[in-house]
C-alpha cells in the first residue's frame, strides 16, 4: 500500500465501493449461483428479470438469495487502513451499485460505514449514477472515492482524491493522466493467470479417469485404432471433468469458504474471477465434445449422461445422505463402460459388480474422512452432505463391507470359467487379491485413525505404499496372462 495522505482529504468522508474493492468478488454473481443453486429453474426467470432492466434484476435477486456478509473474501489491508480512519474519527459512507439487501448485510458485518448507499428498483447506482447521486450527498470535490473499475472514473472526476483499491496498473496510469489525485493506493495481487487456470482445471483428478482403459487392458486387445479411441475418450473425459469441477467449486464458494484448506481454491479465494470461470467451463465443455465426437456416437452419449449426472450430484445430489454414494459409484462405474464403448469391446457382470462395490466403498471413505475432520475439530453436532458427526459407526461398516465384497467378487471371478479362458495362468491372481484386500483394509484403518486425505484416490497417488501395491499387480498381472 502506498500512500499520499493530505489534511485536506482526511477531513472528507470517505466513499467505498463494494464489489471489486471491499470485496474482490462480485456479491450479484455470487447471488446468481446461489438461485441457481437452489434451484435451476430459476436460469430462465432471471433471464426475464434482466430484460426489464439491471436495477430491478438485482433486487429480484436480492430478494431471494444474496451471499453471507459473514464469508465474504475481504481486502484485507484495505479493511485495515478503513479501521483506521475510523479510529480517526473519518465519516465511512459504503457506496454501491449492489441491493441495498447486500450493502446492509455487509456494513452490519464490518460495523465500519456511518451510511450506506445503494441501488434500488428504479436505479442502478454505477458509474454516472453514483457520481451524479455523491455530488448530491457530499457536493462537487466533497468526497474522496476508492474503487477498482474502468467505469468508476465518471465518480472520480466529481473526487477530491481517488483510492485505488485492486485496481489494474493501467487503470492507475488513467487516474494520473487525469490529474486526480491519489490519496492511498492498494495494488492488488494476483500470480500467474495460466498457474490459477490449471489450478481450476485440478488436472491431478484426472487420474481417476484412467479407468477408461481398465476394459482394453482386461480384454487383452492389441487393436492400435482401439487404444487411440481410448486415449481420445480420456482426453474428453478429463476436459468434462475440470469444466464440471469448475462448475462445482462456483457452487460450493460459501461452503469451500469455511473449509480449511478448501478455500485457498482459485475462485472461493477470488484468484480467479466467476465470469472468467464461466467462460473457462464452456471452452472445456465444448472441446470435450467435439472429441468426444471423433470417438463414436456411443460414448458421446455416455459422456453426455456422466456430465448431467456429475452436474446433478454439484448442485443437488451431494447434499442428500446415501444418494450422495450411489452417484459417486456410479459415476466411477461409468468410467468403466465408457472406456469399453470407446474401445468397442463388451464388459463382463464381473467387472460391472467389482467396480460398483469397491468404488462404493472409496466413496464412503471419502464421506468418513470428512465426517471424522469434523468431530476431531470438535463439532460433534456438525453436519456435512446430508451427514451428521454421530453417523461415523454406520458409514464405515457400509465402507469397510462394501471393500470387502469387492475383493469377494472378484475371488469369485478367478474361479469363473471366464478367468481360465481368458489367462493361461490364473493363480497369478490370487496375489491379486490378497493385494487389494490389504489396500482396502489399510484404507479405512488410515481413515479410521485419521490420516486418510478427504479422497482417497487422491491419497493413493500420493502414497508409496500403493504405487508398490500397484507395481506388484501389474507383474503378477503380466505373469497371469
Known amino acids: 500500500m502506498t500512500s499520499k495522505s493530505t489534511s485536506t482529504s482526511q477531513l472528507k468522508p470517505l466513499c467505498v465501493d463494494l464489489d471489486g474493492t471491499l470485496t474482490p468478488t462480485d456479491t450479484l454473481w455470487e447471488s446468481c449461483l446461489l438461485l441457481l443453486r437452489k434451484n435451476p429453474l430459476y436460469f430462465f426467470r432471471m433471464l426475464k428479470w434482466l430484460l426489464a432492466g439491471k436495477a430491478g434484476f438485482k433486487l429480484k435477486v436480492s430478494q431471494r438469495v444474496y451471499p453471507n456478509a459473514a464469508l465474504l473474501?475481504?481486502?484485507?489491508?484495505?479493511?485495515?487502513?478503513?479501521?483506521?480512519?475510523?479510529?480517526?474519527?473519518?465519516?465511512?459512507?459504503?457506496?454501491?451499485?449492489?441491493?441495498?439487501?447486500?450493502?446492509?448485510?455487509?456494513?452490519?458485518?464490518?460495523?465500519?460505514?456511518?451510511?450506506?448507499?445503494?441501488?434500488?428498483?428504479?436505479?442502478?447506482?454505477?458509474?454516472?449514477?453514483?457520481?451524479?447521486?455523491?455530488?448530491?450527498?457530499?457536493?462537487?470535490?466533497?468526497?474522496?472515492?476508492?474503487?477498482?473499475?474502468?467505469?468508476?472514473?465518471?465518480?472520480?472526476?466529481?473526487?477530491?482524491?481517488?483510492i485505488p483499491v485492486n485496481a489494474p496498473s493501467r487503470l492507475v496510469k488513467l487516474i494520473r493522466a487525469r490529474s486526480i489525485k491519489i490519496e492511498a493506493e492498494f495494488a492488488a495481487t494476483s500470480g500467474s493467470l495460466s498457474r490459477i487456470l490449471i489450478k481450476a482445471m485440478r488436472p491431478h483428478q484426472w487420474a481417476k479417469n484412467s479407468l477408461l482403459f481398465v476394459p482394453i487392458v482386461l480384454a487383452h486387445s492389441q487393436d492400435v485404432s482401439a487404444w487411440a479411441d481410448v486415449c481420445l475418450a480420456f482426453v474428453a473425459f478429463s476436459l468434462s471433468a475440470s469444466s464440471i469441477y469448475i462448475i462445482n467449486d462456483l457452487f460450493d464458494l460459501e461452503a469451500?469458504?469455511?473449509?480449511?484448506?478448501?478455500?485457498?481454491?482459485?475462485?472461493?479465494?477470488?484468484?480467479?474471477?466467476?465470469?472468467?470461470?464461466?467462460?473457462?467451463?464452456?471452452?472445456?465443455?465444448?472441446?470435450?465434445?467435439?472429441?468426444?465426437?471423433?470417438?463414436?456416437?456411443?460414448?458421446?452419449?455416455?459422456l453426455l449422461g456422466y456430465?448431467?449426472?456429475?452436474?446433478?450430484?454439484?448442485?443437488?445430489?451431494?447434499?442428500?445422505?446415501?444418494?450422495?454414494?450411489?452417484?459417486?459409484?456410479?459415476?466411477?462405474?461409468?468410467?468403466?463402460?465408457?472406456?469399453?464403448?470407446?474401445?468397442?469391446?463388451?464388459?463382463?457382470?464381473?467387472?460391472?459388480?467389482?467396480?460398483?462395490?469397491?468404488?462404493?466403498?472409496?466413496?464412503?471413505?471419502?464421506?468418513?474422512?470428512e465426517l471424522h475432520n469434523l468431530a476431531e475439530a470438535g463439532d460433534l453436532e456438525a453436519s456435512t452432505r446430508g451427514y451428521v458427526v454421530r453417523d461415523l459407526m454406520i458409514v464405515i461398516l457400509f465402507g469397510v463391507a462394501s471393500g470387502y465384497i469387492s475383493v469377494m467378487v472378484m475371488m469369485l471371478y478367478i474361479q469363473d470359467l471366464q478367468a481360465s479362458l481368458l489367462y493361461s495362468n490364473p493363480a497369478w491372481l490370487w496375489l491379486i487379491s490378497f493385494v487389494l484386500l490389504y489396500w482396502i483394509s489399510r484404507t479405512w484403518l488410515l481413515s479410521y485413525r485419521g490420516k486418510m486425505d478427504e479422497d482417497p484416490v487422491l491419497f493413493a497417488l500420493h502414497d508409496q505404499k500403493s504405487y508398490l501395491m500397484a507395481a506388484a499387480v501389474a507383474i503378477w498381472f503380466w505373469l497371469a496372462l
Open 73 to 162: 473474501p475481504y481486502s484485507s489491508k484495505f479493511v485495515e487502513f478503513l479501521q483506521q480512519q475510523k479510529t480517526d474519527g473519518r465519516h465511512l459512507c459504503l457506496v454501491t451499485a449492489a441491493s441495498r439487501e447486500i450493502a446492509d448485510a455487509v456494513a452490519g458485518h464490518l460495523g465500519l460505514f456511518d451510511s450506506v448507499i445503494a441501488s434500488d428498483a428504479q436505479t442502478n447506482l454505477s458509474g454516472k449514477n453514483k457520481a451524479k447521486k455523491l455530488v448530491e450527498v457530499y457536493g462537487e470535490k466533497g468526497f474522496v472515492y476508492a474503487a477498482n473499475a474502468s467505469v468508476d472514473l465518471n465518480v472520480w472526476q466529481h473526487a477530491d482524491a481517488a
Open 307 to 369: 456430465v448431467i449426472l456429475t452436474t446433478s450430484y454439484s448442485v443437488v445430489l451431494k447434499l442428500h445422505a446415501l444418494v450422495d454414494v450411489f452417484t459417486l459409484t456410479s459415476l466411477y462405474t461409468l468410467r468403466i463402460v465408457s472406456g469399453a464403448a470407446a474401445a468397442g469391446s463388451e464388459i463382463s457382470n464381473w467387472l460391472l459388480a467389482f467396480s460398483i462395490f469397491f468404488f462404493m466403498s472409496m466413496a464412503f471413505a471419502k464421506r468418513y474422512s
Open 256 to 302: 469451500d469458504r469455511k473449509h480449511p484448506t478448501k478455500r485457498n481454491r482459485p475462485f472461493a479465494s477470488t484468484a480467479l474471477s466467476i465470469p472468467k470461470g464461466l467462460i473457462l467451463f464452456v471452452v472445456l465443455i465444448t472441446m470435450a465434445g467435439l472429441v468426444a465426437l471423433q470417438v463414436n456416437m456411443m460414448f458421446t452419449m455416455l
